[in-house]
């Protein structure tokens, strides 16, 4: 009889995880390209080239900051404005300046909340966007090859439409004051 008390509270607990009418519901997903066509971008298989520059740029010898600026050259582009490293900003590589050693580093996954049609950004032609970044690049702790004092970074950027839109290549260095920046074409 003690076992029939607790059947109930299991069958509710499953409609809980199953997302039952009791429960929150699992949020619909954005259909990108109807919000983007209402905001007026043309959607269309091909991405829009786009300049992507680094900003204010330093190194730490194990994260590189900086503010990211994306402009379209041709037509508008729709992004996600939180351009969250690892979705829609990715760190392609990491080299050592000099040698051109390639090196490992860090992936970090991040955790973040679903598109909403608050975070789709139409950027026209002509115009900028920015936002700070911090792209780790090596664990706090760790090997000797991490304590390098210029690294060759190159980033890629993905556009909520059409796939990559552009790539970047930063070298950066680190001095005892100031870090130095140059940008290679």
């Known amino acids: ?6 059947a109930p509270l299991a069958l509710w607990g499953l409609g809980a995880c199953g997302g039952s009418f009791l429960f929150w519901r699992k949020p619909e997903r954005l259909d990108i390209e109807q919000t983007c066509g209402a905001k007026g971008v043309a959607v269309s298989a091909a991405s829009v080239p786009v300049q992507m520059e ?15 600026l994306v402009s379209p050259l041709e037509r508008a582009i729709c992004l996600d404005k939180r351009l969250i490293e690892n979705l829609s900003l990715n760190l ?15 992936v970090v996954d991040g955790l973040a909340k679903p598109l ?4 789709v950004l139409v950027v026209p032609q002509g115009y900028w966007y920015g ?7 090596f664990p706090e702790r760790g090997i000797e090859q991490f304590e390098l004092d210029c690294v060759d970074v190159e980033f890629s950027l993905h556009g909520l439409i059409g796939g990559q839109v552009a790539r970047l290549r930063v070298q950066a260095s680190r001095t005892a004051l100031h870090p130095v920046l140059r940008v290679i074409p």
């Open 1 to 6: 009889m003690k076992g029939l008390f607790f």
């Open 54 to 68: 680094l900003l204010n740029a330093s190194y730490d010898g194990k994260s590189m900051f900086g503010r990211l």
């Open 92 to 106: 392609d590589s990491v080299a050592e300046c000099g040698t051109g050693r390639k090196l490992g580093f860090m």
């Open 116 to 119: 909403s049609e608050e975070d």
């Open 131 to 137: 936002k700070d970044i911090t792209m780790p690049l």
